[in-house]
Nanobody, 126 residues
Framework: QVQLVESGGGLVQAGGSLRLSCTTS????????MGWFRQAPGKEREFVAA????????YYADSVKGRFTISRGNTKNTVFLQMNSLKPADTAVYYC???????????????????WGQGTQVTVSS
């Protein structure tokens, strides 16, 4: 069992930046691929970014490519999402997710993930 806790959300003006963090309860985090998803009110949850358990492989949704960066801490216990050039369309609850894997893959499907955090609100004003 892996416990995930997100932080770093808040209110920011368009063009600004935020850095989200997701921390796991154990160092076994290093054995999990990690992903970020987001969900706006009345909309489906969508994929944002993912990183393999080693940190070597990353993948981004087209809507955030070039603006967002996903990374892992040195101990693999924490994953970050650096969000730059934020737009009102980025407003959503952002969720951290973990998938246990023996391979250095980058899962992109919501159903592939085993554990989820509680979410953190990101609001971008125009």
């Amino acid at each position: 069992q892996v416990q995930l806790v997100e932080s770093g959300g808040g209110l920011v003006q368009a063009g600004g930046s935020l850095r989200l963090s997701c921390t796991t309860s154990t160092r076994t985090f290093r054995n999990y691929a990690m992903g970020w998803f987001r969900q706006a009110p009345g909309k489906e949850r969508e994929f944002v970014a993912a990183i393999s358990w080693s940190g070597a492989n990353r993948y981004y949704a087209d809507s955030v490519k070039g603006r967002f960066t996903i990374s892992r801490g040195n101990t693999k216990n924490t994953v970050f999402l650096q969000m730059n050039s934020l737009k009102p369309a980025d407003t959503a609850v952002y969720y951290c997710a973990a998938k246990g894997s023996d391979y250095d893959v980058v899962p992109r499907g919501e159903n592939e993930y085993d554990y989820w955090g509680q979410g953190t609100q990101v609001t971008v004003s125009s």
